[in-house]
């Protein structure tokens, strides 16, 4: 049944890719040999040797190319073709049924949180002060019953979602409107004459969501087939829902905020000129922002982030800053603000 265990591959390779590598990309990148860098790659070393042994008999010479790569180049003791080694078995003890449940609720919060960001039309880039989320209640109100993982969960939600905090909550009605919608082709011939009071309770907003999941309205128990809700967040709240899951994003944008989101665009326009510029993922850049003293009160808090993530070991801000040497330029509106930009290999 090749076409079935290609397809699970291919799912588990865009999350491998999408997640696991993306999300490591610092320890991956980090100029230090330490055991946190070594993990990083060792780990994702052996998932695509294992992997090879998995798709060996579906796709047999991309298989082979890989793994002389990753294993014959450096390991003399290895045999010369995936094709001589054993085909994969389970091993106990590698899989956690609960971690994994905690990950896929955190990426399901990431892909919530995303939804409520576009929904709000701020940009990506731009920091928000927090998220606000109701867990379902099979989560037991925590991402996780081990703190440790809990806490590093959080830190991966805050990141993807470009928030500065992840706040738990568990009554919602201050940030989110709901709305009523019985189903009345349901209804109707489950209810029959009931179904003028339940229309008036969801009018008037008489109804309770019992811990069940029915709906109590106008003196009528509604089951989850016959109802349903629909959330709106109130001012300053952008709200995305799903499956007893909900998300509430703080859209009020200050000064500061703003300034951390200037200076975010301004590292993904250095980022574009290191490709432009042809540069390696770990090359070291040195470079110069020419821009106005408004704007450059609005960069100079974050310099130190900034050089961390463009890997910078040398720069320059001003009206007049330039970069002599400059490997690649780019001149660009941020925010209403004339910015240009050199960059050069250290």
Known sequence: DAMRAARAIEGFVDELSNWYVRRNRRRFWKGELDADKRAAHATLHEVLTTLMRLMAPITPFLADAVWENLVVAVDATQPDSVHLTQFPE????????????????????????????????????????????KLPAAARGSLSADPVIAEALTAEITDELNVRALELIGDESEMVERSLYP???????????????????????????????????????????????TARGRPGHEVAEEGGLLIALDTDVDEELQAAGFAREVAHRLQALRREAGFEISDRIRYAISLSETAEARLNPHLGWLNEEVLALDGSLGLEADLPDAQARATVDLDGETVRLAVARA
């Open 90 to 133: 389970p091993v106990p003890g590698r899989s956690l049924s609960e971690l994994e449940a905690s990950v896929d609720l955190a990426r399901r919060m990431v892909a919530l949180g995303r939804a409520a960001r576009a929904a709000s039309g701020i940009r990506t880039r731009q920091p928000l002060r927090a998220a606000r989320v």
């Open 183 to 229: 189903l009345l082709p349901v209804i109707g011939p489950r209810h029959g004459k009931q179904v003028g009071a339940i229309m008036a309770g969801a009018r008037s907003g008489d109804w309770r969501l019992r811990d069940d999941g029915t709906l109590e309205v106008g003196g009528v128990i509604l089951q989850p087939d016959e109802f349903e809700l």
